[in-house]
């Protein structure tokens, strides 16, 4: 049968250009985020954080961008590498509650 | 600083058996949670413990999954007897806190029941 939930949205890019993965998020309350990298076979490893009161933020070839206005949150990774080829989360909370994690974007870095 | 350490890492049963999962999260950490990720989906939430006492377990299926944390650190969840709708990874995360916190991931136990 039909398997639900294999149908990872799924992003291509060429290795060296740049990636943006985007998560619409549930609650305008909310007011945390994290972006999560998941390679396969092991755990979501943490990438950047955000918290409501910011717009933006870097890291190391990394910038998250929150849009309050429409929920929206994106991860941009300068440069994509092919060890950047994985399955991304983008996780809210609401203060004081857990996290809710959104069903992850597969990237997949061309060479 | 060590991680999350989970055990085992695989398991394969066969339905209506047993089997249990442990986890020793990053020292220092008072929140621990347990996740069940099924394959193509986000890490759902079955469990949360603050120290040795239980937070949220609104969506673990108590009929057949059960969890403890009793001195405060290390956590066991186990399940039985297992359907064949439990094959999923169980992640094991801690946090500093109870929220505003990065939650940190172990690598999973990858369980499969035939």
């Known amino acids: 049968g039909e398997s639900v939930g294999l149908h990872l949205p799924t992003l291509s890019v060429q290795e060296g250009d740049n990636s943006i993965i985007n998560c619409a998020y549930s609650?305008?309350?909310?007011?945390?985020f994290i972006w999560y990298k998941q390679e396969s076979g092991k755990g979501p490893q943490f990438i950047i954080d955000?918290?409501?009161?910011?717009d933006k933020r870097q890291g190391q070839r990394v910038t998250v961008l929150l849009n309050k206005t429409v929920k929206h949150l994106s991860l941009q990774i300068a440069a994509t590498q092919p060890g950047d080829s994985a399955v991304y989360f983008c996780?809210?909370?609401?203060?004081?509650?857990?996290?809710?994690f959104g069903p992850g974007t597969r990237l997949s870095v061309l060479p | 600083e060590a991680g999350v350490a989970q055990s085992p890492r695989y398991k394969i049963i066969e339905k209506r058996q047993s089997v249990a999962f442990w986890c020793n999260p990053i020292s220092g950490h008072a929140t621990l949670y347990w996740y069940q990720q099924i394959l193509g989906q986000g890490p759902k939430l079955l469990i949360q413990f603050q120290n040795n006492g239980v937070v949220d377990d609104s969506q673990l299926p108590k009929d057949r999954f059960s969890a403890e944390r009793l001195k405060g650190v290390d956590s066991t969840l186990k399940i039985q007897p297992a359907k064949l709708e439990d094959s999923a990874v169980y992640l094991c995360a801690s946090s500093l806190a109870l929220s505003g916190n990065t939650i940190y991931f172990g690598e999973g136990s990858w369980l499969t029941v035939v």
């Open positions: 996780a809210e909370s609401l203060p004081g509650q857990n996290f809710v």
């Open positions: 955000i918290r409501s009161n910011m």
């Open positions: 609650n305008s309350a909310s007011d945390y």
